[in-house]
Structures are given as C-alpha cells and as structure tokens.
C-alpha cells in the first residue's frame, strides 16, 4: 500500500513540475508576443528582411575621434569598437547611434546597419532620431 501512494505522490509531482514549467514557457511566449507583435502575425505579408538603406545609414551623426572624447565619459563610455573590438584611435571616422548613443566606427557599424537595423550591443532600433547632427548628451 505504501509503494502504491508513494508513486501516485511520484507522478502528483511530476504533473506540477509540468504544470509549472508551462506556466513560465507560456507567460514568456506572451511577454515576447506583447514586446513584438508583428513576429507573431500570421497575416503579416512581409517577406522582405527589415535593413537599412545606404542613405539611411549615411543620414546617422558622424564625427572623428579626438582625445577629448575620452573625457566627457557621459556621452562615449567605451573607448572601443564592439563590432571590430579595436581601439578608437585620434582622427577615425565614427558614428552614434541616436537613439541608444552608443558609438562605433563608421565603417564597421555602416556594414553591420546594412544586415541588421539594430544596435549590436543594446538591439535598440538604430534609425535616425529627432536631429541627425545633434551629439549633446
């Protein structure tokens, strides 16, 4: 009789392990659904990979490199490129990404903007925001 209620208790757990884990799955699919809703769209027609065009990404803020870019850490907080991993170096060609302002080089960040319209690091949109020349914090 106590073999008979220790395997009943044995498959009760089970089931609420099972339970459990299709709560956590089932919230994270909603929570993902909610954060992307277009993913989730069976009617949605677009076949087409979401990129960035040349113009668009030549309309991102540009600027070179200088030493006192290091000092004012509030805007640059990275002294190196996350998509090569090199070193900003005195004069180079970068780019901010408004919206995040996270900077990289601009060659480097121009190819990535033509795969992928996001920021490498934070995946936060990368299109241009209220003003493309503006590099205030």
Known sequence: MGIIIAVILLFLGIGMLVLVHLCIVGRS??????????????????????????????????????AKDKENSTCYQVLDCAICLEDFKMGEKCRLLPLCKHSFHAECVDSWLLRNPICPVCRTGAGSGESESDLGC
Do not use: W
């Open 29 to 66: 699919f909603i929570i993902r659904r909610f954060r992307n809703p277009a993913r989730f769209d069976i009617n949605n027609n677009s076949n087409t990979n979401p990129t960035m065009s040349e113009d668009d990404v030549q309309k991102l803020p540009c600027y070179d490199y200088s």
